[in-house]
């Protein structure tokens, strides 16, 4: 023991005194471990966030838009979902728990006290709060009445209240939808922002018969249907089941596509993998070239570093050092440089990771696995590029490195 800890303290010894080769050296691998940190943590947060997403969202839910999957856009999107489907829906799938449906109306002016904002609209039904797992924190929602006879009332989310009203109570005020006096009835808990970056805050919602009659002017369509099941049902049956039964809806033919398109938890999940694969490919490759890199710099410099410290290495071997304190000298060095690089690395990582998440709203996530997994590889990387270098120290012949 007493003979690792003076190898160790002349390791910080030599460490503090080639500072150049140290430098390089640590860069080189505080890079690589800063791309790989970056990678396993945003594996870790795309998976907590896709199972926080999923837990919002509903494991038993789905939600159906209007037009195929190859249409990206909400406004190139064709209305092919009528009120009649969720009819024919609710009459033949008693699995079914609630159905609702979903109308958007993009770049709505809100307007209150001189302040305006653009938002999206949603026309739903009084379920919305059952159907999305998300309350109300001051007010109420509106009744089955208002949604009747196509009352000028809203819900606004946080985001909303926030900008138009402050510290003002919002609950009871008029505001301008489009124009559209419309009264404030309550106001969404937090629900925060998508994987994409979307803000759920920013919205208000309306009776979906308000939506059709005073904005879209359409009795007929809607652009999205939110479904719920019962619990304990097979999710992927009943999605197939909603399926075979909207196609029938409308008259689709063996071959033809579907003029509709599901968004399921699995759809989620999958999506949130893809996110992160093209993540994990760019930083991949960008941690490989840096930990080649900086294990290259490593061994090269440390090759250097036996020529000028032959002569050290000739007087402790005549003094009485071992082959392998020599070797072991080295790898030490190579261990304490590549540690601190695992640490500067790590911390690069984190600073790095919080600019993503402010930039992109990407998520995050740092565990113990991150680092643990940091610190393995820097170690890895110091062993295998000081090896040749430390060998070729320990088969120096004493005499000869003392005369050179």
Known sequence: ????????????????????RTLFSLLGIAFGIASLSIIVAAVEGSYHRAYQTIEV????????????????SVRQRRKT??????????????????????????NVKVYYKGKTLTTRLYGVSTEFEEAWNWYLIEGRMFNEEELRTKKNVCVIGLYIRKELFGQEDPVGK?????????????????????PTGRNLDDR????????????????????????RFHKGGDVAKLIEQVRYLLRESH???????????????VEIIRFLVNLTGTLVLFLGLSSIISLTIGGFVLANLFLLSVSERKKEIGIRRAVGAKRRDIALQFIMEALVITVI????????????????????????KFSFIAFSLALIVSVAVGLISVLNPALKAARLNPIEAIRE
Not at 81 to 106: A, E, H, R, S, Y
Not at 179 to 193: D, E, F, I, N
Not at 212 to 223: E, S
């Open 341 to 364: 690089g695992a640490v500067v690395g790590f911390v690069m990582a984190v600073a790095g990771a919080h600019l993503l998440t402010k930039v992109a709203q990407f998520p995050i």
């Open 204 to 227: 208000i919602l309306m009776p979906y018969t308000t939506v059709m009659a005073k904005f879209n002017h359409d009795f007929i369509y809607v652009n999205a249907i939110r479904i």
């Open 251 to 265: 008259g689709l033919k063996p071959g033809q596509p579907d003029d509709f398109h599901m968004l399921s938890p």
């Open 1 to 20: 023991m007493g003979k690792f800890y003076a190898l160790f303290k002349q390791s910080l010894i030599a460490v503090r005194e080639y500072k150049l």
């Open 57 to 72: 969202f509903g494991p038993e839910s789905i939600l159906i838009f209007s037009g195929a999957r190859g249409e990206r």
């Open 174 to 194: 008029m505001i301008l939808v489009n124009g559209l006096p419309c009264k404030v009835l309550g106001v969404l808990s937090r629900r925060g922002t998508t």
């Open 81 to 106: 979902l009528t009120l009649k489907d969720i009819q024919f829906l609710k009459q033949n799938m008693p699995q079914i728990k609630l159905i609702m449906p979903v109308l958007f109306v993009d």
